[in-house]
């Protein structure tokens, strides 16, 4: 189809709308910037023989296009051969037979020469979409925990998709198609203007400038239609999804016939958007067809007087005009190919500005691996003075200043937004101090590399999320090449091994999306079992057994006792029943330590913070350590 493909599948243009817009605004990057990041790509992309790969695949399509314009000529002197019909009836036919046999030949060569071209190249472009799509991922990953925070998730995964499969299309439609066209124009001229007359030549140039002035005015006319289409597509889509996501709140009201009313209007929209760009897309289609006939016609007339007065055979003016025809054939997909070309290089611009994003946590030139803790009871952790606040909140932490001895264990305590998740980060380096430091046994940790950090540090968080696989890959993930001896080790620690023993395909039972297909209480003590099975030197437990039942907490209480030899421990904890043993509690507030010191020491304080918590908690009794149910 000329001008550009419609409907809801293909390359899929309309999904594109969702985050990046179909239709590229003015202000996008410029070409010779985008083609220079095109070109860079390329040569990242550590394709095999890349450059003798590009060089033959460039020269098998220039001479695709050479032999296209040959071909015809063949042809033409195969007429004129058989017009002559001088000499013998044989000689005759066998000349016209060689002629048309070497029309045949050249163009089934020329036809040819593209789609070895195409084998030739695949590589590099595959190599090269490849090479994009894991670098842009890899530094996504190493971007900081603001850039996470911020992000929609699925925006990016498409960023990256769209990106990388704008690199492939780019290559092929500028590399292979548009850029040989025009290489094809200039021939075609050549040997119209030579080998006939000067306005053959210029016909040819004029109906090809004519036909993609149109194209690209009328593209862009278009682009208004394609905006509405893609918006009310995205909208259906979302809606959709959204309903299917949240099913069970749509049972729990009732609301089936509601959401499927929303969604049938939605399509309704699009439907109404998809006819108007589908008749502006036919409009287009029939002027394109209009100047392609006008100039076959002119051309056929023109060479037809030309013949008449003795000037051209009569294969010279199937030759003149087979010309024609063989260069309105790539231009068919022009208005297709501009548009997919302005909304590509916007979409590989896209991509590659998460390659330019620095990340704000990042390892020094000098940053060092963390060293093995020197003390065997685990690695102390000291902040001194930190200060630290998130754009989006009035209140930070404000000169936090504590030192946990190696082996120790330190509680955190206080209200929500107090600071405890963001003293976690500090630690796991996930956050940099804007003031003071945070050291690991007396170095500052923005001088050790970060992944020497996170592996003598393990986290096992509040909510647990798990990879959509089996739970022995989420238990082994702290450590790939753990043998099934530690992983059941760790496992029989979190008191989740006889739990896996139930399932029909114990270990490998899958857990589903974000682990959604286990309970909270079976999610964290996978968490807790991936976190024992890394043996780390600092063990950080942020309200690790609050969805648990009490027998399972008491259970799993004494577990993590027993865990914390040989390591120093940050506890964050509501139920203060549950760090009650702990070394020291610092208690938060707005950002700032306002107590310190072991639990018998704070609930004797007399209108302290941490006294009033233990009452509340405790219902007023004057001992025991058990929170009410």
């Given at each position: ?268 929209t699009y439907v109404e958007a998809a006819l108007k760009a589908n008749t502006s897309l036919a409009m287009l ?345």
């Amino acid at each position: 189809m000329r001008g550009e493909r419609s409907g809801r599948r293909g390359r899929d243009p309309e999904e594109k709308a969702a985050s990046a817009g179909m239709d590229a605004p003015a202000s996008g990057p410029s070409t010779l910037q985008a083609l220079g990041d095109l070109i860079g790509v390329v040569r990242r992309s550590n394709a095999p023989q890349l450059k003798r790969r590009v060089g033959a695949a460039l020269a098998l399509t220039l001479a695709g296009k050479a032999l296209g314009v040959l071909a015809p000529l063949m042809l033409g002197a195969a007429v004129n051969r058989l017009a002559e019909g001088q000499g013998t009836l044989a000689s005759v036919g066998w000349g016209f037979a060689g002629f048309a046999v070497g029309w045949a030949l050249v163009r089934f060569l020329s036809s040819a020469a593209p789609q070895l071209s195409d084998v030739v190249f695949a590589p590099v472009r595959s190599a090269a979409q490849r090479k994009t799509a894991a670098e842009t991922f890899a530094h996504a990953l190493s971007l900081s925990l603001d850039f996470h925070q911020t992000k929609r998730s699925g925006s990016l995964s498409r960023t990256l998709e769209r990106g990388s499969r704008a690199v492939d299309f780019l290559l092929r439609i500028l590399a292979f198609n548009l850029g040989p066209t025009v290489v094809e124009l200039a021939l075609a001229a050549a040997v119209l203007g030579g080998r006939y007359d000067w306005r053959f030549a210029a016909v040819a140039v004029v109906v090809v400038v004519v036909y993609a002035t149109v194209t690209f005015g009328m593209a862009n006319w278009r682009l208004e239609h394609r905006r509405a289409m893609n918006a009310a597509d995205s909208e259906a889509a979302g809606l959709s999804v959204d309903a299917l996501l949240n099913y069970e709140t749509v049972k729990s009201f009732g609301a089936e016939s509601r959401a499927a009313g929303s969604y049938d209007r939605a399509l309704g929209t699009y439907v109404e958007a998809a006819l108007k760009a589908n008749t502006s897309l036919a409009m287009l289609n029939g002027i394109q067809a209009l100047i392609m006939n006008l100039g076959l016609g002119v051309m056929a007339v023109m060479a037809g007087f030309e013949a008449a007065a003795g000037r051209m055979g009569p294969g010279d003016v199937t030759a003149a005009v087979l010309i024609l025809i063989s260069l309105y054939a790539p231009l068919n997909i022009l208005g297709f190919a501009y548009r997919e070309i302005r909304q590509s290089f916007i979409d590989m611009e896209e991509m590659l500005k998460v390659t330019r994003q620095a990340p704000q946590v990042a390892d020094a030139a000098d940053a060092i691996d963390l060293p093995p803790p020197r003390d065997s009871r685990g690695a102390a952790i000291t902040f001194d003075g930190v200060g630290f606040r998130h754009d989006a909140r009035a209140n930070g932490l404000d000169d936090i200043s504590f030192h946990a001895a190696p082996g120790t264990t330190t509680a955190l305590v206080g209200p929500s937004g107090s600071g405890k998740s963001t003293i976690v980060k500090l630690a796991l380096r996930l956050l940099d101090p804007q003031a003071g430091r945070v050291s690991i046994d007396g170095l500052d940790a923005r001088g050790v590399t970060q992944a020497s950090l996170r592996r003598a540090v393990a986290l096992v968080p509040q909510d647990v999320a798990l990879f959509n696989d089996s739970i022995r890959a989420n238990i082994a993930f702290a450590r790939p090449d753990a043998g099934d001896a530690a992983i059941w080790a760790a496992a029989e620690a979190a008191e989740l091994a006889d739990f896996i023993r139930e399932l029909p395909d114990g270990m490998m039972t899958r857990v589903g999306e974000r682990g959604l297909k286990l309970s909270g209480g079976e999610r964290q003590r996978v968490g807790i079992a991936r976190a024992l099975l890394a043996d780390p030197c600092v063990l950080i437990l942020d309200e690790a057994t609050s969805a648990l039942d009490s027998r399972t907490e008491a259970a799993i209480q004494k577990t993590l006792r027993r865990a914390r030899a040989g390591r120093t421990t940050l506890v964050v904890a509501h139920r203060l029943s549950t760090i009650a043993d702990a070394d020291q509690i610092l208690v938060l507030k707005a950002g700032r330590i306002v107590e310190r010191g072991a639990h018998h020491e704070l609930v004797a304080r007399q209108g302290g913070e941490y006294a009033a918590l233990w009452r509340k908690q405790t219902r007023g009794a004057r001992t025991g350590v058990q929170p009410p149910d």
